[in-house]
Each structure stands twice: as C-alpha cells, then as structure tokens.
C-alpha cells in the first residue's frame, strides 16, 4: 500500500461538534412530535439531512418528508446549532493534520453536512489544510454515508486509487463508507459509540482519541509503505 491521500470526516474528528448537533437535531424532533433519544443521534453521523430526516418521517410517519419539509426542518436544526457556543477544534487534530502534511499526503475533506458554521471556519481551523476543490459535503453527493460514494468522489479528487487512501472517521455509518470504498478505515472513539461497533462496520484500526491517533499515526503510515494490504 502507498498511502497518497487522507480522506478526513470533520464532525467529530476535527471539530468536538457532535454533541451540539445531537442537541439540535433532538430539539427540533422534539418540537415537532418525533420520539427519538439524544444520543441516537451520534449514530447517524455521516447520513445527510435529508437522509436522517427521511429516516426519522419512515419511522413516524411511513412516508419520506418532502421537499418542503427537509428545507424548512433542516434550517430550523442549522439555525439550532448555529446558536449554540462555538465548537472548539478536536484535541489533536492539528498534530494529525501537521503529519500528513509534512509526509506529502493530500487531504481531502469527506463529510455529511451542507452546513456554513463548520465549513466557514475550516481554513481558520486548519490552515492550508483542505483547498477548496479538496472538500466532499452533502452537496456533492446524491448518496451519502453509509454509502461508498462520498469517499469514492474524495478519491477522484485526489486522483488516487482506493489502495493509496487512507480514511479517518469516528462513527459507524462514516467507517462503513470508507471502508465499502476500498480505503484502509482509520476510526477514532470521540463520542459514545463503543469501540467494537467502528470495528463492526469495517475499520481496520481504532484509536481511544485523536491525540492518541496523532501520536501514532507516523508509525502507522510507515508500516503501511512496507505492508502488503489484501
């Protein structure tokens, strides 16, 4: 394996937003009479809004939501987040991202969310890090985690096959859709979601923490270079 490109999730893996979004997503649920717990949230990570909010009317309701109400719901939950107090960067994110860098990776920048909050501040957070012609979101795919396609799209940009990726996620449905798409799956345990359910849906190595996943990722990509991956 020849590691040319890190395809990156950002909620949860860059930014400690995961639990905001839960929030957001659970009062607005609430607010319009869908039951639904706070932390099953966490496990939709990665889907897009429209996805979670198809998924949440199926369960209701029977039926999809429409158009209408993916647009004015999905605001509502924006405008939910926004409100809250900024997001701070995850702890060890900047080392990870200053690994790959210094080795000559490209990055490229795989997530669900269509949101500007997060977005807007990437090249603040994370300067030089993720150009903008190096970013999947929400809007870039018909289909999204856990289906291939956003990291499949990730490799095209980085003109990479799937034997010269590596991907970095922390929840299940993200796992899943690298790991379909052929990259090597890193996983990071930054929320609830225990270990062996990031290991279920395909990662090939987890970490208890970015920090710990920044420490040991020299090494890693190392054994990479001199391992023949099946």
Not at 10 to 21: A, E, I, K, Q, R
Not at 62 to 81: N, Q
Not at 132 to 143: G, H, P
Request: proline share 7%; charged share 20%.
């Amino acid at each position: 394996m020849q590691p040319l490109a890190a395809l990156i999730d950002m909620d949860g893996t860059l930014y400690d937003s995961m639990g905001n979004h839960a929030d957001a997503w659970h009062r607005m649920v609430s607010e319009i009479g869908i039951e639904a717990t706070r932390d099953e949230f966490f496990l939709y990570e990665g889907r897009t809004g429209a996805s979670t909010l198809n998924l949440l009317f199926r369960r209701a309701y029977g039926r999809d939501a429409t158009l209408a109400e993916i647009e004015e719901l999905y605001h509502r939950k924006t405008l939910y987040f926004a409100s809250m107090p900024p997001v701070e960067t995850m702890p060890g994110a900047k080392d990870m991202l200053s690994t790959l860098q210094e080795s000559g990776i490209r990055r490229v920048l795989v997530t669900g969310s269509g949101q500007s909050t997060l977005l807007n501040r990437l090249n603040t957070d994370f300067p030089g890090a993720f150009p903008q012609d190096m970013r999947i979101s929400s809007r870039d795919v018909t289909n999204g985690k856990p289906h291939p396609e956003p990291y499949i799209k990730a490799m095209q940009l980085a003109s990479v096959r799937p034997s010269q990726s590596i991907a970095i996620e922390n929840a299940p449905l993200g796992v899943k859709s690298a790991a379909t798409a052929g990259a090597f799956t890193i996983a990071v345990t930054t929320g609830p979601i225990p270990r062996k359910e990031l290991e279920k849906a395909g990662a090939a190595v987890v970490f208890s923490s970015m920090p710990e996943c920044a420490r040991h990722l020299p090494t890693l990509l190392l054994e990479l270079l001199t391992t023949t991956i099946d």
